[in-house]
């Protein structure tokens, strides 16, 4: 659908160059990292303030005019596909730290900040956000969709991260959620409600964030094993032993042939878990030996540790190129992700019957994961243009939401709903799916903001 005219004149009037109508730049804003449709916005346009913000959003809303916020773009389950076309709000020039208070544990940045930049930026006050996804994504959309990462094993999610937002809503109002006490008993817990809402009750303008010291030592390590069986199960020992990891991620065999192939690291192929501890001296060594003890006993065929920054980061390097090594497994193929996330322990099942399914389908896959907190992801290499291939996959992502869903799961533990998980949200959240109908027709009531995701 085309932009209506006046929206156009009024944008362009007050944005300038900051608004356009470029094709490229429409293609640009389409539908981030996803095997999804990717679906063009009519325009783009770059703010650079909350206040221009809610000035987008009400001429807009004016005249019935999608709104899309945007951010890196790299979601994974279609979140920024404009599938009614409309305006796509550039989050990345709001990318100011604001604030930041060492005495509080806490800083106040603009959405568009990424976390990379926000880390490099607190370096020199000792502290660090901890929320790591894969990707280098802008804060305000590692809110929108309540990402996690790495590291929440031990920091959480966005969700226990975010002190309070600053947020435009459908009516181009701006309102304030949360406060930067660390807790508060005053009305509703609007914070969290738009945490994780991808966009479709407002567009998150500003965060204020939970800071961490940065820990005294750091000890990283990989463990080898004979299947997923021995390594879920060492990983759900670990959290039942009351041992606090930094880090514990799982990568299966075929995911570290592909390592080895893109970043010649030399690891052993089999299924492995990457971990990391952290806190003082004589804790670490602890804690590294205790958990040395339960690999040992779930059958590990090695164990290994690493100190030196150079080489933590070089098994970190290995464990985030997961996804680009594994579609080195069929050159010229395409990622399709899914994720899901179950108790820990049930993590184990989960993980070794979600291999089974995944021997039994034609198309190359992997499995890792946050096995820490039972959150896995399976990639698929496959041919987009496959249709055989894409009923394939689609038919093995059914049995593993199913039994993630049966197993008290969800299903996304943090790519979120989007486009692609749409269809299980009925299974997953019965009758409270109409409250959450009821909440966004409330909120917006045109249906306006991020149209045609999360809700079926």
């Known amino acids: 659908m085309a932009l209506d005219n006046i929206v156009a004149q009024e944008l362009a009037t007050r944005f300038g160059d900051r608004f356009t109508q470029n094709p490229t730049e429409r293609l640009n804003h389409a539908g981030g990292e996803s095997h999804h449709v990717k679906q063009p916005p009519d325009a783009v346009v770059w703010p650079l303030s909350s206040d221009e ?31 009614r076309g409309g305006v796509a709000i550039d989050m990345m ?7 930041v208070s060492p005495d509080d544990l806490d800083c106040t940045v603009e959405a568009g900040i990424t976390r990379e930049a926000l ?17 280098n994504a802008t804060l ?9 990462g790495t590291t929440t094993v031990r920091y ?4 226990e991260n975010v002190l309070s937002l600053k947020v435009v809503t459908p009516e181009g109002e701006i309102i304030h959620t949360g406060a930067r006490a660390r807790k508060s008993s005053a009305g509703y817990d609007l ?11 407002g567009i998150i303008t500003e965060l204020t964030l939970r800071l961490h010291g940065r820990p005294e030592v750091v000890v990283a390590g990989v463990a080898t094993f004979p299947g997923p069986d021995e390594a879920s199960r060492s990983a759900i020992e670990a959290i039942q032993a009351a041992l606090n990891p930094q880090r514990m991620e799982y990568l299966d065999a075929g995911g570290i042939r592909g390592v080895n192939a893109v970043a010649h690291l030399g690891e052993d192929e089999a299924d492995t878990l990457f971990f990391e501890f952290a806190g003082s001296g004589d804790e670490v060594a602890a804690q590294v030996a205790f958990f040395e003890d339960i690999a040992r006993d779930n059958g590990a065929l ?15 390097r290995a464990r985030h190129g997961a996804y680009p090594a594994s579609l080195s497994l069929r050159p010229g193929s395409k990622g399709w992700l899914t994720d899901v996330c179950v108790p820990i322990g049930a993590l184990a099942e989960n993980v070794t019957a979600a291999k089974a399914l995944m021997a039994a389908c034609p198309v190359p896959s992997v499995v890792l994961g946050h096995v820490g907190d039972g959150n896995f992801h399976v990639i698929f290499a496959l041919d987009p243009e496959n249709a055989d291939e894409m009923a394939a996959v689609e038919a093995v992502n059914e049995k593993i939401v199913a039994r993630a869903l049966a197993s008290g799961g969800t299903c996304t533990g943090e790519h979120g709903v989007g486009l692609g998980k749409m269809r299980f949200m009925e299974a997953e959240h019965g009758a409270a799916l109409g409250i959450m109908r009821r909440l966004k027709a409330a909120l917006d009531p045109k249906g306006l903001f991020n149209p045609g995701k999360m809700l079926p």
């Open 302 to 316: 090695s164990f290994r540790t690493a100190t030196a920054q150079e080489d933590r980061e070089r098994l970190w």
């Open 53 to 83: 913000v809610a000035a987008i959003v009400r001429v807009c809303v004016a005249h019935d005019t999608p709104v899309i916020g945007y951010g890196l773009g790299s979601s994974l389950e279609g979140h920024v596909s404009a599938v």
């Open 119 to 135: 880390n490099t930026g607190l370096r020199a006050s000792g502290l660090f956000f901890p929320v790591d996804p894969g990707a």
């Open 93 to 99: 020039r709001m990318e100011r730290i604001l604030r």
């Open 156 to 159: 959480g999610t966005m969700s």
């Open 140 to 148: 305000g959309g590692m809110a929108a969709t309540r990402a996690s």
């Open 191 to 201: 914070k969290h409600l738009y945490i994780g809402s991808e966009g479709t009750l």
